[in-house]
């Protein structure tokens, strides 16, 4: 990895028109910049890159699961969030261009990454190793994190798509459990008896549990 590293390092040094700039943002740090055909884009915030870090590692930490697969490296920011959130967990980064970790260690110090033992980047150009990874049979003991930004410079439109429908997918489920647990916790909060207490009243009878899901609109009437 090193010898890749040390090439793809030359070769951006060389480069006219590098793929992949760094920009200084208003807390002193690095973001790294990139382009495409939509446009120029940033891997990480402009402003402050470390607090955009930190709530990303709030928004995926599971305190129940101790196994992250992680893709997308840009400059490790979100990457050493997850690390201080938690020191016992076990990181597993996937990155399918070289060019990406060069910017990352001209940018900053990572001696997160490098001395610790728990966290290990992988090179992965075509993301086959992470596959093998997740269809494995315990990744349900594992936590999945997509870096949006790093969903941008896969050159291969098959696995982007695949894999933006996967974020989606899941951005959805965890914006849904956190309301969920909300409406949980307010229930539990103001809940005034349970619902054993009903038992011997409706012993013997039928009834209809009415919630209040997104098919109750088509079924009021039928109700």
Not at 157 to 182: T, V
Not at 192 to 214: S, W, Y
């Amino acid at each position: 990895l090193a010898a890749l590293i040390e090439k793809e390092q030359e070769k951006w040094l060389a480069a006219e028109n590098p793929e992949y700039w760094l920009e200084p943002t208003n807390s002193g740090l690095f973001t790294l910049a990139s382009r495409d055909v939509k446009g120029m884009y940033y891997f990480h915030s402009n402003w402050n890159p470390q607090l955009e870090a930190v709530e990303f590692a709030n928004y995926y930490y599971d305190m129940t699961c101790g196994n992250y697969i992680v893709l997308g490296f840009g400059l490790g920011y979100h990457c050493e969030a997850l690390v201080n959130m938690d020191e016992d967990i076990c990181i597993n980064i996937y990155e399918n261009d070289l060019s990406v970790v060069v910017q990352a260690m001209m940018a900053n110090n990572l001696g997160w990454l490098w001395n610790n033992e728990n966290v290990n980047i992988i090179y992965d150009n075509d993301f086959s190793t992470m596959s093998k990874e997740l269809s494995k049979t315990d990744v349900e003991d594992k936590v999945f994190v997509i870096h949006h930004p790093s969903l941008r410079h896969i050159k291969n439109s098959e696995i982007r798509a695949k894999l933006e429908h996967i974020f989606i997918r899941d951005s959805g489920i965890r914006n849904q459990r956190a309301l969920m647990e909300s409406n949980f916790n307010s229930n539990i909060r103001n809940k005034t008896d349970v619902i054993d207490v009903l038992k011997e009243r409706f012993d013997g009878k039928h009834g209809i549990i009415v919630a209040a899901g997104p098919s109750l609109d088509n079924n009021v009437e039928q109700l």
